[in-house]
Every structure is written in structure tokens, then in C-alpha cells.
């Protein structure tokens, strides 16, 4: 029987660092990531500083949990209503400090892509849902099972409340994985000036 989303612990603030350092390791080799910032070495040892921003955003107006405080993998969404962040929460979120350490082209030209995302989501569904920004399980533990849980606890608790659930992605692998839990591709696009794909899946109870 699945877990109900209560026995999977919850982040705090306190766990930021550490989930954005698991997002560095899991997204490594995140096709947007690469087209964004293109050198590996920063991409491996600087980025969590961009994964803290977003993961403080989504912590405070969002839900994050995890199988446990170790974080073998961390799944995290936020109501349609906080999806995006206001340049007040940015400055706030440490977006001052990402562009210290990634500078300032990285952070413009992500900003121009992640822009070109919320244009088509905010045109493909304009009710109130849930939108499940991250999910990334430890490289170490993949395949066990772990992101399954989450998204089945996930998935229930959105059942409950009769909410839809958007997620977009850039890897063509990642459709059918989110096909098994029962989304349903709705939108494909090219985000403009680099060779990438954006494919945006829809859940409904």
C-alpha cells in the first residue's frame, strides 16, 4: 500500500544546502543546465547556489519532502498561484550571491529560457493546480524505488484535493516514466536559440 505523504519527512530551511547539493549531483548533465552554463566544472561545483534559490522559494510557499532526513531523494511542488518568484523574492532567495558565483550571463541566459517555460505552461492550463517543479533521487540510489514513493504519496494527496498536477521536462526519457503514474503529454516545444526540448505532461484525478 503507498505511503501516505505524512511518513516522508518534510523540509525546512535548514535543509537547503543540502538538497541543493543533491540537485548538482543529479542534475549534472540536465540538458537546460548544459545549454545554460555549457563548462562541467562549474556546473558540478557552483550550481547549487542556483537549485538554493528555488528550493527557498518552493520550501516557504511550497511543499519538499524526502524518504527520510538523509534526503536519498527529494520531491517538491508548489501551488500555481507561487510558481513564479517576484525580483523582491530573488534578491531575498540569494539570487545576488548566484550571480556572484555563476555571473551574470549564466543567470540572464537561464532567466530567458525558464521564461520561455512559463509561457507555455501559464497558456496550456489557466485553473489553479499544482506544479511539480523537482524530483531528483541520490545517482548512488536510483532505480530502488525511491522516486516512485514520493510521486505515489504526491499523487494521492492531490487526488484528495480533486487538483490537477502540471510538470514539464527536457529529457525525452522522463515521458514515460511520468506516463506510469498516469500524466499525459499535452504540449512539445523548442526553447528558442538552443536545441532543446520542452515537453509539458498534465495529471488529473
Known amino acids: 500500500m503507498p505511503k501516505e505523504l505524512s511518513e516522508f519527512y518534510k523540509l525546512s530551511k535548514s535543509d ?10 543529479v542534475f549534472l548533465n540536465w540538458s537546460l543546465a548544459v545549454a545554460i ?10 550550481w547549487h547556489y542556483f537549485y538554493a ?28 498561484d507561487y510558481y513564479e518568484m517576484s525580483t523582491w523574492q530573488l534578491i531575498k532567495y540569494g539570487a545576488l550571491k548566484a550571480i556572484l558565483k555563476l555571473g551574470v550571463k549564466s ?13 507555455v505552461n501559464t497558456k496550456l492550463i489557466e ?12 545517482p548512488e540510489l536510483q532505480k530502488k524505488g525511491i522516486g516512485s ?11 484528495k484535493e480533486n487538483m490537477k498536477c502540471l510538470l ?10 511520468y506516463r506510469r503514474f498516469g500524466f499525459k503529454l499535452i504540449n512539445e516545444s523548442q526553447f528558442p536559440d538552443v536545441d532543446v ?6 495529471w488529473e484525478p
Open 16 to 25: 537547503v544546502k543540502y538538497a541543493s547539493e543533491l540537485f548538482e549531483r
Open 53 to 80: 534559490l528555488s528550493i527557498r522559494h518552493l520550501i516557504k510557499y511550497g511543499e519538499a519532502y524526502a524518504p527520510s532526513p538523509k534526503m536519498e531523494g527529494v520531491a517538491i511542488w508548489v501551488h500555481s
Open 37 to 46: 552554463e555549457p563548462n562541467e566544472e562549474i556546473r558540478r561545483t557552483r
Open 149 to 159: 514513493e514520493l510521486m505515489h504519496a504526491i499523487l494521492n494527496t492531490f487526488s
Open 197 to 202: 526540448m520542452h515537453w509539458v505532461m498534465l
Open 107 to 119: 543567470l540572464k541566459r537561464g532567466d530567458f529560457l525558464f521564461d520561455h517555460s512559463t509561457r
Open 127 to 138: 485553473e489553479p493546480h499544482y506544479h511539480l517543479v523537482w524530483l531528483g533521487v541520490d
Open 168 to 177: 514539464d521536462t527536457q529529457e525525452k526519457q522522463n515521458i514515460d516514466y
